[in-house]
Nanobody
């Protein structure tokens, strides 16, 4: 059973930066695609970014140019660097692992999820 634990969320002013981390245990991320999603209360979970086994990445249009996903296989950890944050980025952010090499954008394509870390951006 893979366990994913997110960290790094918090309160930041608009224009600021945060780096989220997702540490995996009980399995390796090196052979799996990883993704970040976010969800506001009462709304559907929304795709943010994903990275495949070879390092290829894809981003939601709303975060392109501001967010960067990366992976450190030696640490079994995935990161989401978030710059130029906006109030509309306020959400609960989730890390997810997909049993497969290629990234996908649908939450249903991912097999394991973390508990989430809250990001709040003040105006």
């Amino acid at each position: 059973q893979v366990l994913l634990v997110e960290s790094g969320g918090g309160l930041v002013q608009a224009g600021g930066s945060l780096r989220l981390s997702c540490a995996a245990s009980g399995g390796t991320i090196s052979t799996n695609a990883m993704g970040w999603f976010r969800q506001a209360p009462g709304k559907e979970r929304e795709f943010v970014a994903a990275i495949n086994v070879s390092g290829g990445t894809v981003y939601a249009d709303s975060v392109k140019g501001r967010f960067t996903i990366s992976r450190d296989n030696a640490k079994n950890t995935v990161y989401l660097q978030m710059n130029s944050l906006k109030p509309e980025d306020t959400d609960l952010y989730y890390c997810a692992l997909r049993n497969g090499r290629w990234h996908r954008q649908a939450p249903s394509d991912y097999d394991y999820w973390g508990q989430g870390t809250q990001v709040t951006v003040s105006s």
